[in-house]
Each structure stands twice: as structure tokens, then as C-alpha cells.
């Protein structure tokens, strides 16, 4: 079983949809967790961090839930833009990353 | 400022040569993290430095792969007598070296094995 798991998609939404990831870790000892969005043939991008107390940035939500060790992600008013692969990664010390799930949105 | 730099951008040489891929984390950043990436798959972890030391090199695939880094910073991947399932997208990221800093990832380092 791999550390952290992700639903692989693909997720197919129309513009202006919300969608939502969800990714599980198994390492209770985990203290800090992001999610990071990678375009195609890039690099990953830090698209926010997590916070304990749920955290919101314009269109992005982040939540965390230590009891089941999940964190998720929400996007609202999804633009053609948002069409990428998000990787979650939680560190126990050093960083491990989901395989990520890949969101494509349609006009 | 200056993000993490990865050299070469591209490489492509033949099964059974040996190659060097070079990282520059970001000044001041003591943690540096070698990952391999297959094409349309996830983040496969190689290596992780804090200064100059390894003390996690657990996901090295084989003997062939080693990794240094000098003077906390310029980091070097090699891998031996490359083979074709070798080829992939090498990335390298650094970060402060705390639990929850964040990683800032270079744009990587294809390398493709013929």
C-alpha cells in the first residue's frame, strides 16, 4: 500500500463545476501536508499548503482531517485553467507525494 | 530570486553509458530531494539529502544510482551503465530542510536511454 494515495481520475468536468480530490496518508506522524499542481511536461507547483483549521484561497479550499488522515481539496467555479494533475504530498520528516489526479475541464 | 536550476534540460545517450545529471537548490535551502518521474506517472522518491549528508537514500532503484552533494548545496545524481528503463524525467526540489517547509521543484532533467 503506498503511503499516500490518490484517486487517479480523470476527473471531466464542465467550466464553472466544483470538484473535489480527496487523499489519504497512512504515516500518523505526518506534521504538514500541501497540495501541488503539475502542468504538462512541467515541474510541480506548490498550489497551497494545509492547515489543520481548513484554509481557502480565492476558488481553492484546503481541509485537513487528522482522525481519518485525509486531506482534500475543492475547487470552485472550475476554469479551463484548472486543467492540470494535483499532487497532495504530506511530510513525516521529509515530503511524500501522491501519484496524483488529473482534472481536465471542458468548455 | 533564483529558483532550483537542473542541468542538463535534455539527455539522451546509449544503454550502457554512464550519465551525470547536476542540481543547484535554491541558496540556503539544506534539504535537496531527487525524484524520478515516468511518463503519465507519479513522483517515484530517490534520494534526500539534509546538508551534505543522505540519511534516506531508500528509493535508489540499484547499485547503478548514487547521488552526492558538496559544500550543502550542488547536488549530483549518477547513474551507471544506464538501460533503457531508465529513461524518465529526473526532478529536483529543495526546501529549508523543516518538516513543513515547503518543496520548490527545478523543471527537471530528461533523460532518455536508446
Known amino acids: 500500500r503506498k503511503e499516500v494515495e490518490q484517486d487517479p481520475g480523470p476527473f471531466n468536468v464542465p467550466e464553472g463545476a466544483t470538484v473535489a480530490f480527496n487523499c489519504t496518508y497512512s504515516?500518523?506522524?505526518?506534521?504538514?501536508f500541501f497540495w501541488y499542481r503539475q502542468d504538462c511536461r512541467k515541474e510541480p507547483k506548490l498550489l497551497m499548503s494545509?492547515?489543520?483549521s481548513g484554509n481557502e484561497d480565492g476558488r481553492f479550499t484546503a481541509q485537513l482531517n487528522r482522525a481519518s488522515q485525509y486531506i482534500s481539496l475543492l475547487i470552485r467555479d472550475s476554469k479551463l485553467s484548472d486543467s492540470a494533475t494535483y499532487l497532495c504530498?504530506?511530510?513525516?520528516?521529509?515530503?511524500?507525494f501522491g501519484d496524483g489526479t488529473t482534472l481536465t475541464v471542458k468548455p | 530570486g533564483a529558483g532550483v536550476s537542473q542541468s542538463p534540460s535534455n539527455k539522451v545517450t546509449e544503454k550502457g553509458k554512464d550519465v551525470e545529471l547536476r542540481c543547484d537548490p535554491i541558496?540556503?535551502?539544506?534539504?535537496l530531494y531527487w525524484y524520478r518521474q515516468s511518463l503519465g506517472q507519479g513522483l517515484e522518491f530517490l534520494i534526500y539529502?539534509?546538508?551534505?549528508?543522505?540519511?534516506?537514500k531508500s528509493g535508489l532503484p540499484s547499485d547503478r544510482f548514487s547521488a552526492e552533494r558538496t559544500g550543502g548545496s550542488v547536488s549530483t545524481l549518477t547513474i551507471q551503465r544506464t538501460q533503457q528503463e531508465d529513461s524518465a524525467v529526473y526532478l529536483c526540489?529543495?526546501?529549508?530542510?523543516?518538516?513543513?517547509?515547503?518543496?520548490?521543484f527545478g523543471p527537471g532533467t530528461r533523460l532518455t536511454v536508446l
Open positions: 504515516n500518523s506522524a505526518s506534521q504538514s
Open positions: 539529502f539534509q546538508g551534505n549528508s543522505a540519511p534516506d
Open positions: 494545509v492547515y489543520s
Open positions: 541558496s540556503g535551502h539544506t534539504a
Open positions: 526540489a529543495s526546501s529549508q530542510g523543516r518538516p513543513t517547509d515547503t518543496q520548490y
Open positions: 504530498a504530506a511530510n513525516a520528516g521529509k515530503s511524500t
